[in-house]
C-alpha cells in the first residue's frame, strides 16, 4: 500500500506532508485517491491506500467486526464522510472547515446511538491535547473528529469508499509492547550489524596475534546465552501477537506476505534451535578455530534470519507493510539472498541439498517481498515496475560486489548460510 506521512502539529486539521492547507477530500490528491482506491485508512502515522487494479475489489480485505467497530458514513464535502445517528446527532470525520465541539459529549442528544462518541464519553477519553484549536459551541449538535482524536486516542480510521461504512478502533498497545519492540529491535540490528562485518571479515586474528595464544574467550558465554534468548523472545513475541496483527492488515497482498515470512522466520527458527542450540548448550564458542576464524560468528550468523524478524516486528508496529522500515529490510534481505547463492556456487563444493533448498527458498520469499511488498506499495502500476526493476538491480549488483568481495578474502572450510 502506498504511504503519505501525516504533519503532526497543524491541529484541528488533518495535513498530509506536502500540504499548506488542511486536507480536502472532494477534490485534488485526495479525490483521486477516493476514485483509485478501494478504501483509504488513516492513522496517527499517515495515509494508505492501495493501487487500484483489475481485481481492485477482490484486493481490499474488509474489516471483522470483532476487532473493529463499523458504522455508515456518508461522503461530506466538508470532511471525509459524516455518520448520523438519533435525535438529530452527528458525528464529522476529518474536517477541511470549521471545527467545533460541544461543551460535553454527553450534551449532544442521542449521542448513545454513533459508537465513537459513546465509548469516549464513558471512558472520558475525550481530546484534551492544549493545543487542539477546536472551538467550543455549546449545544451543538455535532461533533467533528479532528487531528486531536487521532493522535490522542491513537485512532486507526478506515473508510470504505463503495460501501460507504466507517471502521475505526482505538490503539490497544501497551508501553511494554512498544519498550518489548524497542529493545529487541535495537539489540537485533546491532547483530545484523555485527553479522554483516562478520561476512566482510570473517576471520579474525589467529592466537598469539597481539595477545596471549591461551587466552580464552570465556565472556562470550554470556553474550552468546543474551543471543539466544533475545532471538527466541523476539520470536515468540510474533507468535503471541500473530492473530491479532493478521486481523489489521487490509489487503490481499499485505495477508499473504504476512504468512510467507511469518513461515520463513518459523522454518528458520526451528533450524536454529536443531543446529545452533545444541552447540551453543555444549559450549563450543569457548574453543578457536584452528585457522583463526572465530566459531562465535558461525553460531550467531544469521542476515536472512534476523532481517526477516525485524520486518515482521516493523509489521506488527504498523500493522502493514508500508512502513519506513520495510524497504530497507527488504534491500538487505535481497542482497544476502544474491550473495548466499553467489557463494554457494563459487565456493561451497559440493552443495547440499539442505543448502539448495533453503536457497530456493529464499529466493522464493525475495520474490515475495518484491511482488507483494515493493509493488504494492508503489503510487501507480507504472512506478511499481520501476521500483522492483531498481531493488532487484541493486540487490543483484551489490551481492556480486559482496560475494566478489569475500570470495577474495574468506578462508572457508565449508558450512551452512543462513
Known amino acids: 500500500m502506498p504511504f503519505i506521512s501525516l504533519q503532526s502539529d497543524t491541529y484541528p486539521y488533518l495535513r498530509l506532508d506536502g500540504m499548506a492547507t488542511a486536507a480536502v477530500w472532494n477534490v485534488g490528491k485526495l479525490y483521486k485517491i477516493g476514485l483509485t482506491s478501494p478504501f483509504v485508512r488513516v492513522t496517527s502515522r499517515g495515509l494508505q491506500y492501495a493501487v487500484k487494479h483489475s481485481h481492485a475489489e477482490d484486493l481490499f480485505v474488509r474489516p471483522s467486526s470483532a476487532w473493529w467497530n463499523r458504522g455508515r458514513c456518508v461522503l461530506r464535502e466538508d470532511g471525509l464522510c459524516e455518520q448520523i445517528g438519533r435525535e438529530g446527532a452527528s458525528m464529522l470525520v476529518f474536517p477541511s472547515r470549521v471545527v467545533d465541539v460541544p461543551d460535553a459529549i454527553t450534551d449532544i442528544a442521542g449521542y448513545e446511538s454513533i459508537d465513537y462518541l459513546k465509548d469516549i464519553a464513558e471512558t472520558n477519553r475525550s481530546c484534551v491535547n492544549a493545543h487542539a484549536s477546536r472551538q467550543i459551541v455549546l449545544q451543538d449538535t455535532r461533533y467533528e473528529m479532528s487531528l486531536c482524536d487521532l493522535t490522542d486516542n491513537d485512532l486507526d480510521i ?3 469508499w463503495k460501501e460507504g461504512e466507517l471502521f475505526w478502533r482505538m490503539g490497544s498497545n501497551s508501553t511494554a509492547f512498544y519498550l518489548f519492540v524497542a529493545c529487541a529491535g535495537i539489540y537485533l540490528v546491532s547483530q545484523l550489524a555485527d553479522n554483516v562485518k562478520s561476512i566482510l571479515e570473517p576471520c579474525e586474528k589467529e592466537s598469539g ?11 562470550r558465554h554470556g553474550w552468546v546465552v543474551v543471543y539466544v534468548g533475545v532471538v527466541l523472545a523476539t520470536v515468540g513475541f510474533l507468535v503471541a501477537n500473530f492473530i491479532h496483527t ?13 504468512w510467507v515470512l511469518h513461515a520463513f522466520v518459523a522454518l528458520h527458527t526451528l533450524l536454529f534451535v536443531k543446529d545452533e542450540f545444541p552447540q551453543v548448550r555444549s559450549g563450543w564458542w569457548l574453543e578457536s ?4 576464524c572465530d566459531k562465535l560468528h558461525r553460531s ?11 520486518l515482521a516486528l516493523s509489521v506488527h ?3 502493514s ?5 520495510a524497504w530497507l529490510l527488504i534491500v538487505l534481505f535481497g542482497i544476502r539472498s544474491v550473495h548466499k547463492m553467489l557463494k554457494c556456487v563459487t565456493v561451497y563444493k559440493p552443495v547440499l541439498l539442505r543448502q539448495r533448498v533453503l536457497h530456493l527458498w529464499d529466493f522464493f520469499v525475495f520474490a515475495c517481498l518484491l511482488a507483494f511488498g515493493v509493488a504494492a506499495g508503489s503510487a501507480s502500476e507504472e512506478a511499481a515496475a520501476i521500483d522492483v526493476f531498481e531493488t532487484v538491480f541493486f540487490c543483484v549488483g551489490a551481492g556480486m560486489l559482496l560475494a566478489l568481495k569475500t570470495a577474495m578474502s574468506e578462508d572457508v572450510h565449508g558450512g551452512e548460510l543462513l
Open 158 to 160: 478506515v473508510y470504505d
Open 209 to 219: 596475534e597481539d595477545g596471549n595464544a591461551d587466552e580464552k574467550p570465556y565472556g
Open 246 to 258: 493478521l486481523n489489521l492488515l487490509l489487503t490481499q497482498d499485505d495477508v499473504l506476505l504476512y
Open 289 to 292: 578455530e584452528g585457522g583463526g
Open 300 to 310: 550467531v550468523r544469521g542476515v536472512s534470519y534476523l532481517t526477516s524478524i525485524l
Open 317 to 319: 508496529v504498523h500493522s
Open 321 to 325: 507493510f508500508a512502513n519506513p522500515y
